[in-house]
């Protein structure tokens, strides 16, 4: 029942194709100010320079679900995979589980619909610690968290 009332929700949102570069930046700048009291990693130059650079593979979507915007998507997508880059969510939408709304709603587009999700690395890139955050983003949508420990050994002759 849950899931037929997800998707439910999910068909009520209509999904817009957006070109708009530095709107998207500042909303997410914006939203990662308000939840994580921090910064984008890109600027909103660095994007529409890659915007630029590729054309056919920098896309933005809006979701919005009535007259309200629900947040919104920046992604690196190929034939087979779509990376997330730069989400944000607004405020009225976080209390009704905007990010799943959000993510549920760009997950039915036809146009990706065969693509895998690449959700990257799960470290926190200022601390270098692990995000639990970001794992349970992840998991939320199907994926699964590993964690691979390297070393290197020096061996003197």
């Not at 660095?46 to 809006?62: C, G, H, K, S, V």
């Not at 990257?120 to 955050?133: E, F, H, I, K």
Request: aromatic content about 8%.
């Amino acid at each position: 029942r849950g899931r037929m009332v997800a998707r439910e929700v999910f068909l009520s949102c209509r999904v817009v194709a957006t070109s708009n570069t530095r709107l998207h930046m500042e909303r997410t700048a914006e939203f990662l100010h308000r939840r994580h009291q921090t910064q984008p990693l890109h600027t909103a130059e660095d994007m529409e320079f890659l915007a630029a650079a590729f054309p056919q593979n920098i896309r933005i979507w809006e979701v919005w679900r009535g007259d309200h915007l629900v947040g919104g998507l920046l992604a690196f997508v190929t034939h087979r995979v779509i990376r997330p880059q730069h989400m944000f969510v607004c405020g009225g939408a976080e209390r009704m589980g905007g990010a799943g709304v959000l993510n549920g709603a760009i997950l039915l587009l036809e146009e990706i619909k065969d693509c895998h999700w690449d959700f990257g690395t799960s470290m926190d890139p200022a601390s270098g610690q692990l995000d639990p955050t970001l794992h349970q983003f992840k998991e939320s949508h199907g994926g699964r968290i590993f964690i691979q420990s390297t070393y290197e050994w020096h061996l003197e002759s």
